[in-house]
Each structure stands twice: as structure tokens, then as C-alpha cells.
T-cell receptor
Framework: GAVVSQHPSWVICKSGTSVKIECRSL??????MFWYRQFPKQSLMLMAT?????????EQGVEKDKFLINHASLTLSTLTVTSAHPEDSSFYIC????????????FGPGTRLLVL | DQQVKQNSPSLSVQEGRISILNCDYT??????FLWYKKYPAEGPTFLIS?????DKNEDGRFTVFLNKSAKHLSLHIVPSQPGDSAVYFC??????FGEGTQLTVNP
């Protein structure tokens, strides 16, 4: 079964509103979670690395005031797209880093955001 | 600067044959590599990983080969099945992804 969940899976919002996306690791503790964005026909783009209890590390070109990341517990990280605009419409994916047995990442199912 | 490259955007293979997906990287400090499979509008699914201290890792129909001197890795799928049709990403140390290769397995 799925080990990482994302909520919501779909969200449509008006321009100027804020949207929060949750990422949960269901049966393991994830000290590190990653947030990605995918544009059509492009590879996943890492937006930020989120470590539990500390500030997220953002990739170059990603506005930290625009994409607020909180990793308050070992099983939950949230991404808030503030004052969303149509160009923020995209597919957002989180992943949780695990060292259970082997190093790997488990990806969430993704959240489709459409800003009107 | 693209540190991980998948030079073939697409690959078409007949069912039952071998699919070989290639990936090149530039940073010799990468210590592990992963292959992911992705269907449209879904999150990537982890397939197989390999540590930089190994040159081969096998899991069922999937085998990943790593050639560190050439900074090259490949994913072999044999026998290929129509359900394998998807986009395959290689990733270095989990954070740097290639552009993906669309694999189509024809019945």
C-alpha cells in the first residue's frame, strides 16, 4: 500500500488565494521530505528539502516566501502556495526519505493545482 | 547545468524483448542512483536503486548497471511488457533527476 499520501489530490482555486498541500509518511518517520514540481513534458524539479524541526532549504530560483514549507513532525510536511497565480498551476509531488533497510525515497501521488 | 542526462526522450520496444534505458551523469560524488517509473498525472514510483560501490543490482525483471568510469548507468527490463510503458527517470542521490525517457512496449 501507499506509504506516502498527499492531500488534496486536486485543487482549483482563484488567483490570489493560498493553497496548502499536505504530505504524510504513513508508516515510517521521515526526517527529510522533498517537494517537487513538474511542468508538462518536463522532469521533476526539486523545489526544496524539508528537514523536521528546521527551516526548509530552497533550490535556486524558488521563492521561499511564495512556497512556504513546514515540517512540524516526522510524518507531516506541508507546502503552502501563497497568493497563487495561474503560472503556479502545476503538479506538485512530495517524497519522504527512508533508510528502512535501504536508502530510498517514497513519493506521494501528487497534487494537481489549477489556479484560475 | 544538467548533471544527470537521459539522452533518449523515447524508446519503443516489442513485447518480450529487452528494454535498455540509459542515463549519464557528470558528478563523481553521487553515491547512489535510483530509477523511477511514472505514469501520467501520478507521482513517480520507485523501481530500483544502486549504490556507487556496486556495478549491478537485480530485482526481478529489472537490472541496473553502473559504470563509474564512464559515469553511465542503464536500466534493463526483460522481458518487456506493455504495462511497462511509462516515463522512466534516473536520479542521482535521489535529488537530481534526468529528463526522463518515454518507454512504449508494443504488444
Amino acid at each position: 500500500g501507499a506509504v506516502v499520501s498527499q492531500h488534496p489530490s486536486w485543487v482549483i482555486c482563484k488567483s490570489g488565494t493560498s493553497v496548502k498541500i499536505e504530505c504524510r509518511s504513513l508508516d515510517f518517520q521521515a526526517t527529510t521530505m522533498f517537494w517537487y514540481r513538474q511542468f508538462p513534458k518536463q522532469s521533476l524539479m526539486l523545489m526544496a528539502t524539508s528537514n523536521e524541526g528546521s527551516k526548509a532549504t530552497y533550490e535556486q530560483g524558488v521563492e521561499k516566501d511564495k512556497f512556504l514549507i513546514n515540517h512540524a513532525s516526522l510524518t507531516l510536511s506541508t507546502l503552502t502556495v501563497t497568493s497563487a497565480h495561474p503560472e503556479d498551476s502545476s503538479f506538485y509531488i512530495c517524497s519522504a526519505y527512508s533508510q528502512r533497510g535501504r536508502e530510498t525515497q517514497y513519493f506521494g501521488p501528487g497534487t494537481r493545482l489549477l489556479v484560475l | 547545468d544538467q548533471q544527470v542526462k537521459q539522452n533518449s526522450p523515447s524508446l519503443s520496444v516489442q513485447e518480450g524483448r529487452i528494454s535498455i534505458l540509459n542515463c549519464d551523469y557528470t558528478n563523481s560524488m553521487f553515491d547512489y542512483f535510483l530509477w523511477y517509473k511514472k505514469y501520467p498525472a501520478e507521482g513517480p514510483t520507485f523501481l530500483i536503486s544502486i549504490s556507487s560501490i556496486k556495478d549491478k543490482n537485480e530485482d526481478g525483471r529489472f537490472t541496473v548497471f553502473l559504470n563509474k568510469s564512464a559515469k553511465h548507468l542503464s536500466l534493463h527490463i526483460v522481458p518487456s511488457q506493455p504495462g511497462d510503458s511509462a516515463v522512466y527517470f534516473c536520479a542521482a542521490s535521489g535529488l537530481t533527476f534526468g529528463e526522463g525517457t518515454q518507454l512504449t512496449v508494443n504488444p
